[in-house]
């Protein structure tokens, strides 16, 4: 299994981008797929997951309002989109797929996750 991440890039404060992670060699209706993010200086962190149906989703509490997960089952890809951005946002996101047993089961916890893809770098400027 293969995680692509794109679409990280320099944004000023309170502006959007959208983050885009591309997954190839399995089923992909088969795995949650979760973003994380690692600020310099700091332990990664989970930023929210969308179940394998597409149905259940989780947030942390710091974006929650402002970041919305999504996926396409048929273009095996799952979005995060990012808005009102602040600078504490600043990280590398990574996205990681778990496979679960159920297509409404969300993870949180790193362990939960069997693949990963490389980190986007997202900087949000003042």
């Known amino acids: 299994v293969q995680l692509q991440a794109s679409g990280g890039g320099l944004v000023q404060a309170g502006g959007s981008l959208r983050l885009s992670c591309a997954l190839s060699?399995?089923?992909?209706?088969?795995?949650?797929v979760g973003w994380f993010r690692q600020a310099p200086g700091k332990e990664r962190e989970f930023v929210a997951v969308?179940?394998?149906?597409?149905?259940?989703?989780l947030y942390a509490d710091f974006v929650k309002g402002r970041f919305t997960i999504s996926r396409d089952n048929a273009k095996n890809t799952v979005s995060l989109q990012m808005n009102s951005l602040i600078i504490e946002d600043t990280a590398a996101y990574y996205c990681a797929a778990a496979q679960t047993g159920s297509p409404w089961h969300v993870a949180r916890r790193e362990y939960e996750y069997d693949f990963w893809g490389q980190g986007t770098l997202v900087t949000v400027s003042s």
């Open positions: 060699g399995r089923p992909f209706s088969r795995y949650a």
């Open positions: 969308i179940s394998g149906s597409g149905g259940a989703t």
